[in-house]
């Protein structure tokens, strides 16, 4: 079975602040697919990021940047100098091709002014 | 990537009714995943499914209650059956379009059930 736990419920910054979002995966499987989604108040999932298990290379985009380590299990996002449109919550979540995801049970961002 | 409609965008139901909830993507894609969202959680898993053959429903889930049609490779709908107050919840279907790798979201619907 796969797992994702986000053991961050809430997370509270001010603006321009850094902040990472903790994610840490289970499975057996040797090939998965790991996500970030973002849930703004209006409610639509946007997707972020995948990675796929055999690439840990890192990625940046703008100011996400997304650090995958297969040692620890983790999948972590940081967002750099954070702004008041960041606030939402975030989820991590897990598959293998051809299945539905298994989600976290997400992370409150609020980033105030 | 995939664009994915729902149509109702949310809805006010009264107990005992039912509400047909539509999903349509832009492309044809072999799975469809729908999911519920209840206040305040993540995301859990209601059924796949496949064009041609009957969803698949995770532990919890049944048929009767909420059943899911899938006639074509684009269009998927799901009836929420005999609401309570305990349905309501968002209700967002998914696809993955291609290499069924990266799954999609539509826009999800709000559902009240008084």
């Known amino acids: 079975a796969q797992k994702v736990t986000q053991a961050q419920t809430e997370i509270s910054v001010v603006e321009k602040e850094d902040v990472t979002l903790d994610c840490v995966y289970e499975t057996r499987d040797t090939t998965y697919y790991l996500f970030w989604y973002k849930q703004p108040p209006s409610g639509e999932l946007v997707f972020l990021i995948r990675r796929n298990s055999f690439d840990e290379q890192n990625e940046i985009s703008g100011r996400y940047s997304w650090n995958f380590q297969k040692s620890t299990s983790s999948f972590n996002f940081t967002i750099t100098a954070s702004q008041v449109v960041d606030s939402a919550v975030y989820f991590c979540a897990l598959t293998r091709s051809g299945y539905a995801l298994n989600f976290g049970k997400g992370t409150s961002l609020l980033v105030t002014p | ?114």
């Open chain 2, 1 to 114: 990537s995939a664009v994915i409609s729902q149509k109702p965008s949310r809805d006010i139901c009264q107990r005992g009714t039912s509400l047909t909830i539509q999903c349509q993507v832009d492309s044809q894609v072999t799975m469809m995943f729908w999911y519920r969202q209840q206040p305040g959680q993540s995301l859990t898993l209601i059924a796949t499914a496949n064009q041609g053959s009957e969803a698949t429903y995770e532990s919890g889930f049944v048929i009767d209650k909420f059943p899911i049609s899938r006639p074509n490779l684009t269009f998927s709908t799901l009836t929420v059956s005999n609401m309570s107050p305990e349905d309501s919840s968002i209700y967002l279907c998914s696809a993955a379009p291609g290499t069924l790798e990266t799954q999609y979201f539509g826009p999800g619907t709000r559902l009240l059930v008084l």
